[in-house]
DNA sequence: ACCTGAACACCGTTCAAGT
DNA sequence: ACCTGAACACCGTTCAAGT
């Protein structure tokens, strides 16, 4: 059935259904894509240039899945970059699948500049320097992408005989949860001591 | 000439040439890999289970370019630990076009265990509990990692039109080098506001 | 034990043909 | 304009054969 009368692809379908193909797969191909959304391989080339921005739509997507950030910017800065920090990473927790596929690239697509410009207004309004406030979006972005791709970590062995030899790293291991909440903890901590080393900066 | 008297590979030849060839290329194909050895492909099979053992080789001979972590335990913390996440940097900055096949998974080979063993007993010493050390190693790696990637992200380019609808956006990226060394900036930024909020953890 | 060369299944992409 | 089906170059991996 060539040239359907309402056309079965639009690239904001292609985004979604790749990141549907990468939360089940843990991959994505374009025939396993094409499967998904019931075309043919070559389809997908008269919506998208290539495997390349078919990534970049599946980047957009998770980020309209992680709504707007309809924070207050009255309010104080640090509660408001906190909960953009956790929105942003709780995206990408919600796809573990598709996280080495989307963490490999800051989301530095124009539909992100929304984002961007609201942070922004709110680190000066909080009394950053201009020449500040670039630098700590950068950081803490970097700190989350990396937080990301925690999220799919392998868990850290250490086998019996590792113990004579690294007793220190043992025992910090032993008090460590082993399971989600490992990469939970992480997160969490770097994120309250990057606050804390921001918040040093302000003039007082 | 099959089975030449000296074998042609191993292990850390492997992991050495496929890090060149990453460099070059700035991706990874076995048969580039086998030509930069100067074998067949299949001979590759010999040595490693597959792809994925190749780019955990190329991980270990980022670690060993990276040195020895020869840092004095008697000394403070502080600086020893930055040292540490400068260095683990630096060896991703030697090799731009691997970072995006090699930071997507942290370390955690059996090989990184002497070196966390040591961050760890240097956390110990400073007095930060059992239970603080793994999450702050784990979270200054987070960041590290994604500093990595950062090294290869594309620039943030704000069109004209965007000027007027991100004004604040515009201003911050006007006081911010686009070069290489944003990217450092930021890294620079985010471990010296990481660090600080480690210290703020120590008991008084 | 270590390498080659042929072979296989699979992938990303192109393009002529159909409506 | 939008899809199909055939086709192409390429990739990762296997395996029998050679020393």
């Known amino acids: 059935m060539p040239r359907p009368r309402t056309p079965l692809l639009d690239r904001r379908r292609i985004g979604?259904?790749?990141?549907?193909?990468?939360?089940?797969?843990?991959a994505l191909s374009i025939p396993a894509l094409a499967r998904e959304l019931g075309v043919a391989p070559s389809a997908l080339y008269h919506h998208v240039s290539g495997r390349e921005e078919i990534v970049a739509l599946m980047?957009?997507?998770?980020t309209r899945e992680a709504g707007p950030d309809?924070?207050?910017?009255?309010q104080p800065w640090e509660p408001s970059l906190e909960a953009w920090a956790r929105s942003y990473r709780a995206a990408f927790a919600a796809h573990p699948g598709a996280v080495p596929l989307l963490?490999?690239?800051?989301?530095?697509?124009?539909?992100?500049?929304a984002k961007y410009e609201r942070v922004a207004a709110l680190l000066l309004a909080a009394g950053f320097a201009a020449g500040?406030?670039?630098?700590?979006?950068?950081?803490?972005?970097?700190?989350?992408?990396?937080?990301?791709?925690?999220?799919?970590?392998?868990?850290?062995?250490?086998?019996?005989?590792a113990r004579e030899?690294?007793?220190?790293?043992?025992?910090?291991?032993?008090?460590t949860p082993?399971?989600?909440?490992?990469?939970?903890?992480?997160?969490?901590?770097?994120?309250?001591?990057?606050?804390?080393?921001?918040?040093?900066?302000?003039p007082r």
Chains 1, 2 share one sequence.
Do not use: Y
Not at 139 to 152: K, P, Q, Y
């Open 70 to 74: 309809d924070w207050d910017p009255s």
């Open 165 to 175: 030899t690294a007793p220190h790293l043992s025992a910090v291991l032993d008090g």
């Open 16 to 26: 979604a259904g790749a990141l549907r193909v990468a939360d089940e797969q843990g």
């Open 59 to 62: 980047r957009e997507e998770l």
């Open 103 to 113: 963490a490999t690239a800051p989301l530095a697509e124009p539909f992100m500049h």
């Open 132 to 161: 500040q406030v670039m630098p700590l979006i950068n950081a803490l972005e970097n700190f989350i992408l990396g937080s990301a791709l925690d999220l799919v970590a392998p868990p850290v062995m250490v086998s019996d005989v």
């Open 178 to 202: 082993a399971d989600h909440r490992r990469a939970e903890l992480a997160f969490d901590t770097g994120l309250r001591a990057l606050l804390t080393g921001f918040r040093a900066l302000l």
